[in-house]
């Protein structure tokens, strides 16, 4: 009698009406929010931060550049001082609690000048606003530089030339560097959330098969049930709670979302739209073509396909393996020696994909790791967008689910001596001789 359907329900129920997985159903996504919310309300405190900034500018060339408004998003003041010493001007600064004091010395050459520029401060300054003020130094001392040559400064605007590289395939694709940038997020997107998923429910199924183990539940099921059966409903009962949990979460959030945004007043969207239309200002015109070629060049009914496909084949074939751990020990603690081969591949898939893909998503390394089963979920993912064969896909495919097939047998061969065995810390070697029963 084929009792899988069974015991897929009874994992199912058994998950769902557990009193943790209904607390954490509904207070993750209340905990996510609340950090977002958190992060983005302290972003903005510290985003708007006013600053004042007194500058000593010995040579007298520099300071006029701090009086010109070029910096769209800063909120800093700069004060320039006049007709006074070093030492007055740090002690007026402190005085004055101000944020720091710039000082730039006088030297005969602009070389000199470029080297003996320094940056005074109670405190040390934010690298990012120390940046900006190094390109605009930079900018002004070498069209000081210019001048001092005998060099048209205009002249040299006019004459510097932005190239950007239109990369297209031999048949009339179009692409871009964002275009790339984009593409991959998605497959990172797609294989971390992979590996997340395993790592949660992974864990879940292992903790449940250990729990029935201590507490001789599985003596009783395993009388009239097969082993293969019991491991595949436990795998497919807990799977399907963890659908249920996430998709609980996407509803719960959404909800979530929108009641904090009416409660505290907070305009999530607008504030989104106004970061957008900050960057827009800092990129090229064709900003916006090139966000639209991103979805255009999306193969995106192959990605939904492709996701599922490989979401499922990467997740029973990790799960049947924390399924044999759980079987094999009789205590979380006990696992901890069994955990590196798993979660190993997991983070060589994400890194090698991460730098490999980018850098040539059909090279030599990026293609072998989409073929190998234990990685090839989430580099596969992370190739898809960047127009991967059919039929490379169709063999990653089918190597993945035979992979897996292979892996619930010699899963269950050692699910099925491994829970009636207690008290004996087991070692590889002996999981080894369990495959021989």
């Given at each position: 009698m084929n009792h899988l359907p069974l015991i897929i329900k009874r994992e199912y129920l058994t998950k769902v009406r557990n009193k943790s997985f209904i607390i954490m159903t509904f207070l993750s996504p209340l905990i996510m929010i609340g950090l977002g919310m958190l992060i983005f309300y302290l972003t903005q405190i510290n985003g708007n931060k006013e600053r004042t900034v007194s500058i000593l500018d010995e040579t007298g060339k520099v300071a006029e550049i701090f009086t010109e408004n070029i910096d769209v998003d800063s909120n800093t003041t700069y004060n320039i001082?006049?007709?006074?010493?070093?030492?007055?001007?740090?002690?007026?600064?402190?005085?004055?609690?101000?944020?720091?004091?710039?000082?730039?010395?006088?030297?005969?050459?602009?070389?000199?000048?470029?080297?003996?520029?320094?940056?005074?401060?109670?405190?040390?300054?934010?690298?990012?606003?120390?940046?900006?003020?190094?390109?605009?130094?930079s900018k002004r001392l070498t069209d000081e530089a210019f001048i001092n040559n005998g060099v048209d400064v205009t002249l040299v605007k006019k004459s510097k030339m932005d190239v950007s590289i239109v990369q297209e395939s031999f048949t009339g694709e179009r692409t871009s560097k964002l275009v790339n940038y984009s593409k991959l997020g998605f497959g990172l997107a797609a294989g971390y959330l992979l590996f997340m998923f395993i790592i949660i429910y992974g864990n879940m199924i292992m903790r449940s098969v250990i729990e029935e183990k201590t507490n001789r539940i599985i003596e009783v099921i395993i009388s009239s049930v097969k082993p293969v059966q019991l491991l595949m409903g436990k795998i497919i009962g807990t799977s399907l709670a963890g659908v249920t949990q996430f998709v609980m979460w996407l509803i719960l959030g959404g909800i979530m979302v929108l009641i904090f945004s009416v409660v505290f007043g907070v305009d999530l969207a607008g504030a989104q739209l106004a970061q957008q239309q900050e960057a827009l200002q800092q990129v090229d015109a064709n900003f916006q073509t090139q966000v639209a070629e991103v979805f255009q060049s999306l193969p995106l009914t192959n990605l939904v396909i492709a996701f599922f496909v490989f979401f499922i084949g990467g997740y029973l074939l990790y799960s049947s393996l924390y399924a044999a751990i759980g079987a094999a020990v009789d205590n979380e603690t006990d696992t901890q020696q069994f955990m590196m081969p798993i979660i190993m591949p997991l983070m060589l898939a994400v890194y090698v994909g991460g730098f490999t893909v980018l850098e040539d998503p059909h090279g030599t390394v990026a293609t072998l790791f989409s073929y190998i089963p234990f990685t090839s979920p989430v580099v596969m993912l992370m190739r898809i967008p960047f127009g991967v064969p059919i039929w490379q896909q169709l063999i990653s495919v089918a190597i993945l689910y035979v992979t897996f097939t292979g892996t619930v047998w010699f899963a269950s061969k050692i699910y099925r001596v491994g829970i009636l065995m207690y008290g004996k810390k087991p070692s590889y070697k002996e999981i080894f001789k369990w495959l021989k029963y």
């Open positions: 001082l006049s007709n006074i010493t070093l030492e007055e001007a740090k002690k007026q600064v402190e005085a004055a609690a101000e944020y720091g004091l710039l000082h730039i010395q006088e030297k005969e050459a602009i070389e000199d000048i470029s080297t003996h520029i320094k940056f005074y401060s109670e405190d040390s300054p934010s690298l990012k606003f120390i940046a900006r003020l190094e390109r605009k130094l």
